[in-house]
């Protein structure tokens, strides 16, 4: 079974960036969507990005569009999300995520069903 674990989080100021990082134990043929995903308190868990492997599309909440990138390194079966020009409303616990669909992009609900998850790292931007 894929484990996740993320790194990278902390505490930066508004305008800021961070790179996040999710490594994951092993490759699987079965999964073939990576993303992240974020909570913030009182709020419900909310898709950012994703990316399909082996085609390198990606999809964006709108609230990230144009500040934040998804990539992944295949050899070192490690996914990033940069993150610039930080805001406060992206103050949450980011979580990595590993999943499938049957189609050319990774929607953060269904059809792509996601089934790992990581433990999750704190970004915190203040004002």
């Known amino acids: 079974e894929v484990q996740l674990a993320e790194s990278g989080g902390g505490s930066v100021q508004a305008g800021g960036s961070l790179r996040l990082s999710c490594t994951a134990s092993e490759y699987s043929n079965d999964l073939n969507c990576m993303g992240w995903f974020r909570q913030a308190p009182g709020k419900e868990r909310e898709g950012v990005a994703s990316?399909?492997?082996?085609?390198?599309?990606?999809v964006f909440s709108d609230s990230v569009k144009g500040r934040f990138t998804i990539s992944q390194d295949n050899v070192r079966n490690t996914l990033y999300l940069s993150m610039e020009n930080l805001e406060p409303e992206d103050t949450a616990m980011y979580y990595c995520?590993?999943?499938?669909?049957?189609?050319?992009?990774?929607?953060?609900?269904?059809?792509?069903?996601?089934?790992?998850w990581g433990q999750g790292t704190q970004v915190t931007v203040s004002s």
């Open positions: 990316i399909r492997s082996g085609r390198g599309e990606t």
């Open positions: 995520a590993a999943g499938l669909t049957y189609r050319s992009t990774c929607t953060f609900g269904p059809p792509a069903t996601w089934f790992r």
